[in-house]
């Protein structure tokens, strides 16, 4: 995934572009409000950030630095949920990144950024996997916040 990563972190203004687009309607107004602001690209920078980090990482870095990626992911989606977002909103947030992605694939092939097809699609297969592994660390920070301030409660 070293070619991609470095795709989408040298268009990374493309790939929030594309986001923010994919937002609307998907996410709620409250939290659309809170993603159009620098957090929002933050968010963006964040993930890509750790994609490269991820890309780079000799294998037996790896394990380390996807542990540390997972912890990130959610200890934020944890502070959002005591903020009051919805969960659907949160993992909406990080999926629909999945999505701005393959448009930025598409805006790359057209001038020919791309690696071959063969391996763009290798690729964004482990792309895949490390999306899911943050919306699942997002899921059980998310849940853990939520079940702390219900027992406070």
């Known amino acids: 995934m070293k070619q991609l990563a470095f795709i989408f972190r040298d268009r990374r203004d493309q790939l929030y572009s594309h986001w923010l687009g994919l937002l609307k309607d998907r996410v709620g107004d409250e939290y659309l409000e809170v993603l159009e ?16 980090v991820v ?46 992605m393959w448009r930025v694939l598409g805006d790359a092939l057209a001038v020919g950024d791309l690696p071959a097809a063969g391996e763009t699609m290798d690729e964004m297969c482990e792309v ?3 999306l899911d592994r943050l919306v699942r660390a997002e899921v059980r ?4 916040a939520a079940d702390e301030q219900a027992g406070g409660e």
């Open 128 to 130: 895949d996997e490390f």
């Open 141 to 144: 920070g998310y849940l853990k």
């Open 37 to 52: 602001s620098p957090i929002g690209a933050r968010l963006v920078k964040l993930v890509v950030e750790e994609l490269v």
């Open 55 to 100: 890309a780079q990482a000799e294998a037996y870095e790896l394990p380390q630095a996807l542990r540390r990626v997972e912890l990130s992911a959610s200890e934020e989606a944890a502070r959002r949920a005591r903020l009051g977002f919805e969960l659907n909103d949160v993992l909406a947030g990080l999926q629909l990144i999945r999505s701005a």
